[in-house]
């Protein structure tokens, strides 16, 4: 009831009527100051005025607003249980399927996540991401046939799917498809000279045996991306795949130079050093990359001898 109208009928408002608009006005209150800490990075504040606005009013956009804070906050079965009853309260929102989809992928729960983006290409066949999505599932529960299905199908939708072309030209490259895994790095390469794509690039290059290629490129991204170790893990494994050990073990120690702190590196470096014969060198690297936390060495006597892989990222024989 209006001010005027209860002036004029002499009736004020019920206690009921009070109530509910303090509360639509509490909520208000909360639902802002939950957003305005989100923004400071005080999660933990922005979670708790999103419950308490949630337990004053059931609003799907504070529900947003609160599995994004779960997410950010690394709480992501709360971010799941969230999302959840998102899709349940609305089984045709994409944006939160999607959402569902990723977190099940950080959970890595490929099953559900899949079955989340499955839910939402029904819903919107021309959905790239959601298919894009589908496809990370079927990576992760090692289907490798459906994940270039699926891809194939995000391409369809959009060529210029950067991601989707990444993922299917790796995953062609695992498969030996050396022709079509090219057809995919240079479409990206077409759309953008990024550093993974280039990556994938070089990768393709020496499996296709053009080693000097490869090598000059790998060292040009070195030298343009210098804190990317993928990129000398990449190149230490081109060198030591032609047994040039020497020269590996040169590559892991300039970014040893640039950071002491790369569980990766020291790895790497221990396997060359063990493929060369240095079995001392290679217990201390392995020993450091226990240190730093790769898991595989925390508990390392030093010996690579669980670690002698019969290939390489790069896909080539050692």
């Known amino acids: ?36 800490a989100a923004r400071m990075g005080r999660l933990d504040y922005a979670i708790l005025c999103y419950q308490k606005a949630l337990a004053l009013k059931p609003d ?42 990723n977190v099940c ?10 079955s ?25 529960m090692q289907n490798e046939l459906m ?11 959009d060529a210029s799917n950067v991601e989707a072309l990444l993922m299917r030209g790796e995953i062609l490259l695992q498969m030996g498809q050396l022709d079509e895994a090219r057809k995919d790095v240079e479409a990206v390469l077409a759309l953008s000279q ?14 296709e045996g053009r080693m000097e290629e490869s090598e000059t490129l790998l060292r040009q991204l070195v030298t343009t991306y210098p804190m990317t ?14 047994q040039r050990y020497a020269d590996a073990i040169a590559v892991c120690d300039e970014y040893v130079e640039i950071t002491d ?15 060369s014969g240095d079995k001392q060198g290679a217990e201390k690297d392995a020993r450091k990359a226990g240190e730093l936390g790769d898991r595989q060495f925390e508990q390392c006597t030093g010996e690579y001898r669980n670690y002698v892989p019969k290939t390489d990222a790069l896909g080539l024989s050692l």
Not at 194 to 207: F, K, P, S, T, V
Not at 261 to 275: D, W
């Open 147 to 157: 994940c270039v299905a699926h891809l194939t199908q995000a391409i369809a939708v």
């Open 261 to 275: 702190e790369s569980a990766a590196i020291f790895k790497e470096r221990g396997r060359v050093k063990y493929l």
């Open 60 to 101: 799907f956009e504070v529900k947003q607003y609160l599995s994004q804070a779960y997410v950010q906050g690394g709480m992501l079965d709360e971010a799941r249980a969230q999302l959840e009853e998102m899709v349940a309260e609305e089984p045709t929102h994409i944006p939160s399927l999607l959402m569902l989809s």
């Open 194 to 207: 990024e550093e993974e794509a280039m990556q994938l690039n070089a990768r393709i290059l020496a499996a």
């Open 105 to 114: 992928f950080m959970l890595e729960d490929y099953e559900a996540m899949a």
């Open 1 to 36: 009831m209006s001010f005027l109208s209860s002036l004029f009928s002499g009736k004020s408002a019920t206690p009921e009527e009070e109530k509910q608009k303090q509360d639509n006005k509490n909520f208000e209150i909360l639902k802002f100051d939950g957003l305005r």
């Open 116 to 140: 989340a983006a499955e839910r939402a290409t029904r819903i919107d066949a021309s959905n790239s991401v959601a298919f894009c999505l589908w496809a990370k599932a079927d990576k992760g």
């Open 229 to 242: 170790e993928e990129t000398y893990i990449l190149l230490s494994q081109l060198l030591a795949a032609q």
